[in-house]
């Protein structure tokens, strides 16, 4: 299976919820195609909280996926308002949920959905080493991730506005899972440290000033195939 993902930014006249409406609308017009197998929106459904120890970006911005058996297939609606860039992405699930709920219901709890670019004073191999090999399982050892999503971005489109390297939705079950620090990065008397580790283990592969991290909702359209 074979994966692209949409990025979309909303105008700052629109309101969050007609921003919503109208990718959610995109979404369901895109797993309509037969050669589309699953299908989902991850957006920002509200404003962020005005004070979190993440520093949400307030832009409206959503990431359509798209999953085929050939991505060749996956039309990207470049015309459409708002379009900032079309990616073919390899996906890794180190940690999973169990879908129990049904389609066009919002995944319980809240997502992080993160863009970023490597740092570009070392090699693409080393980046992806660092990633994979040092980031992810800190990030799974220190912060209560229920699912998280890791997309490298293979292919950008010739059409795109914007590149990324990579696209990284992580899923908590709860708000004050991402929200409250203690959650987050543990109990007071180890929170300084962890906090220091993610922070100093980020800036070794990625571009620390291209971090753009959303408060984001996720919505499967269509989940499995047929």
């Known amino acids: 299976m ?10 700052k006249s629109e ?15 895109q797993a309509t195609f037969p050669y589309v197998a699953k299908c989902k929106v991850t957006y920002t459904a509200s404003s962020p909280p005005s004070i979190s120890i993440i520093p949400f970006k307030k832009k409206k911005v959503a990431v359509i996926s798209v999953y085929a058996s050939d991505s060749g297939l996956i039309k990207t609606p470049s015309a459409y308002p708002g379009f900032a860039g079309a990616y073919e992405a390899e996906e890794a699930i180190p940690v999973g949920y169990s879908k129990s709920w049904k389609d066009l219901t919002p995944t319980p709890g809240i997502c992080l959905l993160t863009l970023f670019k490597k740092r570009i004073d070392i090699h693409y191999d080393t980046f992806l080493d660092r990633w994979h090999n040092s980031h992810t399982p800190l ?15 293979r292919v950008t489109s010739n059409e795109n506005p914007t590149s990324w ?4 939705e992580e899923q908590f079950k709860s708000k004050s899972d991402l929200l409250n ?17 993610v922070y100093s283990d980020t800036r070794r592969f990625i ?20």
Do not use: C
């Open 181 to 197: 620090p203690i959650r987050f990065f543990g109990h007071p008397l180890i929170m300084p440290y962890r906090m220091w580790q």
């Open 165 to 168: 390297d990579g696209i990284v």
């Open 139 to 153: 990030s799974l050892k220190i912060h209560p991730l229920w699912n998280y999503n890791r997309n490298v971005v």
């Open 15 to 29: 309101s969050y919820a007609h921003f919503s409406d109208r990718i959610i609308s995109l979404a369901k017009e």
């Open 2 to 11: 074979q994966k692209k993902i949409f990025l979309f930014v909303g105008q």
């Open 207 to 226: 571009d620390y000033g291209s971090i753009q991290p959303y408060f984001a909702t996720e919505l499967w359209i269509k989940s499995h195939s047929g």
